[in-house]
């Protein structure tokens, strides 16, 4: 299947798994824009968020792009595994908790922008998770 099958309504797929592929993709595109700011503007961020280590944006960066591409393999499959989609969600779910948990400590280091930056990442990432669960949850229904 193609990313933009994986999208569009009529594609060849059970109806009730849009949500949850339109919310993947949605993560997989946040994830691929966020991975590749923090490849190429690496040096500027770091200044600008106060980060102490100027090769934590760049491994950031790849990360997220690996993350992207596996969220757009389970995404783009005729029947998505809904395993492997609760392990995106954990991960999802993990991210914000680390962050919130991060906070507190790094708050004194970082910059103001450097925590907006934190948490809106944040904000953003637990709101895919909630849209996944949805997409989920519509999917494991009888008859979904």
């Known amino acids: 299947m193609f990313l933009t099958d994986a999208w569009n309504s009529d594609a060849p797929f059970n109806p009730e798994s849009r949500l949850l592929r339109r919310f993947l993709l949605g993560n997989a595109t946040f994830s691929t824009l966020t991975g590749t ?22 491994s950031l960066g790849l990360q997220l792009l690996l993350f992207a591409t596996a969220i757009i393999w389970i995404a783009t499959r005729q029947n998505i595994s809904t395993r492997l989609s609760w392990v995106i ?4 779910i993990g991210w914000v908790a680390s962050s919130v948990a ?25 709101s895919f998770a909630g849209g996944q669960i949805a997409g989920v949850r519509r999917l494991s229904r009888p008859g979904g």
């Not at 004194?108 to 990432?125: K, N, Q, R």
């Open 37 to 58: 700011i923090c490849l190429v503007d690496a040096a500027t961020l770091t200044q600008a968020f106060g980060i102490p280590d100027p090769t934590l944006l760049p």
């Open 89 to 92: 969600i954990a991960l999802d």
């Open 102 to 126: 991060l906070l507190p400590f790094v708050a004194g280091m970082l910059t103001s922008a450097g925590i907006t930056a934190i948490i809106l990442v944040a904000l953003g990432v637990a």
